[in-house]
């Protein structure tokens, strides 16, 4: 997860999500154990992600990578979770494409054009709008959510 640069609130967020998921799963899984451990994705760019993902299967044999919430820190990352098969979930990579980087990746988050979709039918439906304009970014969230409007993946 990210716990630095702009999408650190996320890695936190997420974190205190699984700290409060763990508390009553303890007694749930014993006598196995579950250790979690954290590491920084790094930059959005995903220049530091396929190093740590490597530490982390390699070194420290994790079986499960769980996070990543940028598209080119799931890039970065796919090709190492392929030739390790090691499963990874996707808990914030919106991107419609992060799943099909790998047959280990799990998106269990939303995709961008869920909210977009659910929107436009309720302006049809309910306020019976029959035009809409939509605006967004120019980088593959953006255009995915785009895509997503009249073609859901």
């Known amino acids: 997860m990210p716990y630095s640069g702009a999408n650190a609130d996320l890695g936190a967020v997420q974190d205190k999500a699984i700290d409060l998921y763990m508390k009553p799963a303890r007694k749930d899984i014993a006598p196995h154990t579950v250790e ?21 299967i390699t070194r420290d044999k994790v079986d499960l990578l769980l996070g990543v919430c940028v598209l080119a820190v799931a890039i970065a990352m796919a090709p190492v979770v392929t030739q390790a098969k090691v499963l990874s979930f996707y808990r914030q990579c ?48 953006g255009q995915g959510f785009d895509r997503g409007l009249s073609r859901p993946a």
């Open 36 to 56: 979690i451990i954290k590491r920084d994705e790094g930059p959005p760019s995903g220049a530091n992600a396929k190093t740590v993902a490597t530490e982390l």
């Open 94 to 141: 919106r991107t419609r494409g992060s799943p099909l980087l790998s047959p280990y990746i799990v998106r269990f988050s939303f995709s961008m054009w869920h909210d977009g979709y659910a929107m436009g039918t309720y302006a049809a439906d309910k306020l019976k709008c029959k035009t809409a304009a939509t605006a967004y970014t120019d980088f593959p969230p």
